[in-house]
Nanobody, 123 residues
Framework: QLQASGGGLVQAGGSLRLSCAAS????????VTWFRQTPGKEREFVAA????????YYSDSVKGRFTVSRDNIKNAAYLQMNSLKPEDTAVYYC??????????????????WGQGTQVTVSS
């Protein structure tokens, strides 16, 4: 029900825009969150666009470089990633759910997941 796309290979300092398209659910009713994961590590919170009110949240590692947004008409969400660093290399996942604010960054609070898209940043 969620389809993530837009990943690829980019040089450090470059930009990518990830997209997450939804079918079968209405994004405006959900919090849409991006996570990322590297081999052998836990899935890590990146950014969230809260369903109620549209507040945005970012991990400290991406704050100021990444922007999360949502298009209610297209029923899609986006993650604009600027000033990319090699440490941003990961598989990025979009997720949708209705977590309470204290659970926003916890992957087990989300019931809908995209398939993941690989982002590789070369130095």
């Amino acid at each position: 029900q969620l389809q993530a796309s837009g990943g690829g290979l980019v040089q450090a300092g470059g930009s990518l825009r990830l997209s997450c398209a939804a079918s079968g659910l209405t994004f405006r009713s959900y919090t849409v969150t991006w996570f990322r994961q590297t081999p052998g590590k836990e899935r890590e919170f990146v950014a969230a666009f809260r369903g109620s009110g549209g507040s945005t949240y970012y991990s400290d590692s991406v704050k100021g470089r990444f922007t999360v947004s949502r298009d209610n008409i297209k029923n899609a969400a986006y993650l604009q990633m600027n000033s990319l660093k090699p440490e941003d290399t990961a598989v990025y996942y979009c997720a949708a759910g209705r977590p309470v604010i204290t659970g926003l960054m916890m992957s087990n609070q989300y019931g809908y997941w995209g398939q993941g898209t690989q982002v590789t940043v070369s130095s």
